[in-house]
């Protein structure tokens, strides 16, 4: 009877060591940061479109921050500033600006080793980048459009409703007015931008824009991408990646079309960038 009673406590031990060591080992999984279980890069979401030697896919698998929240308190709305540095002031939560966002996508795209930031487009020019919710900006006398939204560090914006401010501000005493309607569709260009330097930033090159007031779908409105010259249609307002793109200087033309492929009204949805790829 002593010699069952020692064997059931040792079963009994045994099994109760294996369910901690179990529960131990999945915490530790659960404990893992996404940036060392993840480790593919970008992942094709949907079909690759392979033209013109070149590739170009939708992806999906970056870290999301649906609570993240921007918004922009000076310049106000509708409010007329001076000439020259312009302050721009934000309120900012559920975000950490500096912060490498933490997703092999980091290692596989062109990334900002000063982390998550703000972007800052005025008048659909390249956007300038910055890391803390306070600075000052240069902004020449006129009527101009202010768009800001998150960035992550590879600079991939953030698409949901409250990641992003939109407004008009006056600098000056202008004599000519803008027309923007804010009610109507808009696209802002946002990536690829400048000089891309070595097989990690020009082996895969994101292009990465900016949507207001309209999605797009198979049926409706899209975004016309022209790639030195050859087109592709992009039905989905995701982040896309082009491989193939030749060292030296490349074209990238991106228009808001209707489901007829005329380009909507406004004064920003269609532009044309040039960027550079060079191998070291």
């Not at 059931?8 to 279980?37: G, K, V």
């Not at 501000?169 to 990536?191: C, K, N, W």
């Amino acid at each position: 009877m002593k010699k069952t009673y020692l064997l059931l406590a040792s079963a009994l031990m045994l099994s109760f060591s294996a369910c901690d060591t179990a529960r131990q080992t999945q915490e530790a999984e659960n404990q893992t940061p996404e940036a060392s279980r993840v480790t593919a890069g970008p992942t094709p979401s949907g079909a690759v479109m392979s033209k013109g030697g070149l590739r170009v896919y939708a992806f999906d698998n970056s870290q999301k921050y649906p609570e993240s929240q921007l918004r922009l308190n000076t310049p106000p709305a509708g409010g007329v500033v001076e000439p020259g540095p312009v302050q721009f002031n934000y309120s900012l939560s559920n975000f950490e600006l500096t912060r490498m966002t933490p997703h092999s996508n980091a290692e596989h795209l062109a990334n900002s080793h000063q982390g998550q930031h703000i972007h800052n487009i005025v008048d659909n020019q390249p956007y300038t980048a910055h890391y803390e919710t306070e600075f000052t900006k240069e902004i020449e006398e006129g009527e101009h459009v202010i768009l800001s939204f998150l960035s992550r560090s590879y600079h991939e914006s953030l698409k949901h409703k409250g990641a992003y401010d939109l407004r008009k501000i006056t600098v000056g005493r202008p004599t000519e007015t803008l027309e923007f309607d804010e009610g109507a569709p808009h696209m802002f260009y946002s990536r690829p931008k400048g000089e891309y330097v070595g097989p990690q930033e020009t082996e895969r090159v994101m292009l990465d824009f900016y949507l207001v007031n309209t999605d797009l779908s198979t049926t409706g409105n899209k975004v016309r991408a022209t790639i030195n010259g050859t087109e592709f249609m992009l039905d989905r307002w995701m982040p896309y990646i082009m491989e193939g793109l030749p060292m030296g200087e490349n074209t990238i033309k991106l228009e808001l079309v209707d489901n007829n492929g005329n380009v909507l009204p406004g004064p920003f949805n269609s532009v044309e960038r040039t960027i550079t790829l060079k191998a070291q």
